[in-house]
């Protein structure tokens, strides 16, 4: 059975690193007991056999998205930080997804606006035949791994609890007028 930790995530918890948004409010987070290696394996195979255009990048299972993102793969970071964290590092939404560019954070959240999954952008297509943008992304799922996938290829379980994500991408790029 796991150690439960009464204020798991806080800055008492032994299992959490010191991290901070760039206006210094605590990002709640804990680093979590990575996997054995044949249940990382299995999973990938399953996530492969499933969705054979991904490309696995790492199986490791101590981080999630966030901690992927927002943590340089160190720790899980709890998705309702998200908000925290685009407000205090001075994130801004990207108008139109063609207006993306790699290093952008590709969030997706459900109908009710919770954020489900994010990833980063790794290279932005656009498909003059049809009008669309299409994002390669870099995401780790869960603890299930990383993998590169198309920004509309996610996975079945993401899906079947949101079945419908909607993408939006976010830029921490200042702005400037030239």
């Known amino acids: 059975m796991p150690d439960v930790f009464i204020g798991a995530g806080t800055t008492n918890d032994p299992k959490a690193l010191?991290?901070?948004t760039r206006k210094r409010?605590?990002?709640s987070n804990e680093q979590r007991t990575p996997s054995a290696p044949h249940i990382s394996i299995a999973v990938a195979r399953t996530h492969l056999k499933g969705h054979p255009?991904?490309?696995?990048?790492?199986?490791s299972s101590t981080y999630n998205c966030m901690?992927?993102?927002?943590?340089?793969?160190r720790t899980w970071i709890d998705p309702s930080e998200f908000a925290l964290i685009r407000e205090d590092d001075g994130y801004s939404k990207r108008e139109r997804l063609a207006d993306a560019l790699p290093g952008d954070?590709?969030?997706?959240?459900n109908a009710g606006g919770e954020l489900v999954h994010v990833?980063?952008?790794?290279?932005v297509t656009h498909v003059v035949r049809t009008a669309s943008t299409q994002l390669l992304v870099l995401s780790q799922f869960g603890s299930a791994g990383e993998y590169l996938h198309d920004g509309d290829d996610l996975?079945?379980?993401?899906?079947?609890?949101?079945?419908?994500?909607?993408?939006?991408v976010w830029s921490e790029a200042m702005r400037y007028e030239l």
């Not at 901690?67 to 793969?73: D, L, N, T």
């Open 18 to 20: 010191p991290l901070y």
């Open 25 to 27: 409010n605590w990002i």
């Open 53 to 59: 255009k991904w490309r696995i990048r790492s199986f």
């Open 67 to 73: 901690g992927m993102v927002f943590s340089a793969r």
């Open 105 to 109: 954070i590709a969030a997706y959240e």
């Open 119 to 123: 990833g980063l952008v790794i290279c």
């Open 155 to 168: 996975p079945h379980g993401l899906l079947i609890a949101t079945p419908t994500p909607i993408l939006s």
